[in-house]
């Protein structure tokens, strides 16, 4: 009932409580649902048929979300196209596209340096641990030792996750053994970087939003006299606004669309329509690059709403289960295959990971409960 009370409107409660729950159950089913497990599916049988098409996922990604994006945010003038009226200038939003396109370049891109889904997924959790380092050098924040004690435990998680996945050495320095070890450790950087630059990434939105201010939960505005919702905007410019970025890597995105189309094909057959058409035969690779850049439409979708709708500690909860869950399933679809992965080493390190962050998220959360009785 505080819902009511906030709002005032008794007669009105019944149906705005609905409203909320439908909306929260909407997020929750958008990360859910295009996050994993079909994302993590799609990309997991991309990256192993072509383990170099990290820049042309991407690229889909960014395309597909910014053309959804393009009726909301952009209208036609005698002048031609124009942006039309959005909460947030477009300057803040440079150094964010910036981070974040060579944030999803790197994530992809150590796909192709044997990192397995597993580690991919444990490494991108420990962002709790650059963004607390980062809090404390740059904006001078104060942590409780309860919080220190919960990175602790994500740090060490990452590590034996990592080192799961790295193989026992090799008894004879064999060349090969060596090269293999030597790619690992490539994509071990890649992703080391790319959570450094998550971690200032994180900082620049945090400034944008405390200078701007943030969107009121269940506030209304008159249609079309309004710019659109804060999530809808930062996730349209964060992709649109990077697609020109693109072109330093052309050369990459087509050798590995030229890779996607020499490779097997699949034939259509269209009986139903009961009319002379020709078999359609499309690379077999097409139907998991459409799906993972729809599911990454609705997980992007999901993520944002999150963020606008509930507290951090509920994002970084919800986010924690489903990178879980992502997990579970990563292990699962391999559990036929020839592991290269230590499952009890790699366990322990997800349960420090899980156990941390959702530690560090409670300990937060009863830190701004103390301050705001202080206050």
């Not at 009726?71 to 910036?98: E, N």
């Not at 963020?307 to 990563?330: G, N």
Request: net charge positive.
């Amino acid at each position: 009932m505080w819902l009511c009370r906030r709002a005032r409107r008794l007669p009105h409660c019944p149906r705005m409580v609905v409203g909320v729950l439908g909306d929260w159950l909407n997020t929750i089913a958008l990360i859910f649902g295009g996050c994993s497990p079909s994302n993590a599916i799609t990309l997991e049988h991309l990256t192993t048929a072509y383990p170099l098409s990290g820049s042309l996922i991407t690229a889909f990604q960014f395309l597909l979300i910014s053309l959804h994006g393009l009726p909301t945010h952009i209208t036609w003038s005698r002048y031609g196209p124009r942006f039309k009226p959005h909460r947030i200038p477009l300057t803040p939003y440079l150094v964010q596209v910036a981070l974040f396109y060579l944030i999803s370049m790197l994530n992809n891109a150590a796909f192709s340096y044997r990192i397995p889904m597993s580690v991919h997924i444990i490494f991108r959790s420990g962002g709790l641990v650059v963004t607390m380092l980062l809090g404390w050098l740059v904006n001078r924040t104060r942590y409780t030792y309860a919080q220190v004690a919960s990175v602790l435990a994500v740090t060490l998680g990452v590590a034996l996750t990592t080192l799961s996945a790295s193989g026992a050495p090799s008894p004879s320095p064999e060349p090969s053994a060596t090269a293999s070890a030597h790619t690992y450790l490539q994509g071990i950087a890649i992703l080391a970087l790319a959570l450094l630059l998550s971690g200032f990434l994180g900082l620049a939105q945090d400034r944008t939003y405390a200078r701007y201010g943030r969107p009121t939960p269940g506030a209304t505005t008159p249609p079309g006299a309004a710019p659109a919702p804060t999530w809808q905007e930062s996730m349209f410019f964060l992709h649109f606004l990077a697609l020109p970025l693109f072109l330093s890597a052309r050369h990459d995105i087509a050798a590995q669309l030229a890779a996607v189309n020499a490779g097997p094909r699949v034939s259509f057959a269209f009986p139903a329509l009961r009319l002379s058409l020709p078999t359609l035969a499309l690379p077999r690779a097409y139907a998991p690059l459409l799906l993972n850049t729809l599911t990454q439409l609705v997980c992007v979708a999901g993520v944002h709403r999150l963020t606008t709708r509930v507290s951090a500690l509920s994002v970084t909860l919800v986010l924690v289960v489903r990178k879980a869950a992502s997990l579970v399933l990563s292990v699962w679809m391999a559990r036929g295959a020839a592991p290269r992965v230590e499952l009890r080493l790699m366990w322990t390190g997800a349960a420090l990971v899980l156990a941390g962050t959702v530690g560090y998220s409670v300990a937060t959360g009863r830190a701004k409960a103390k301050r705001a009785k202080t206050e």
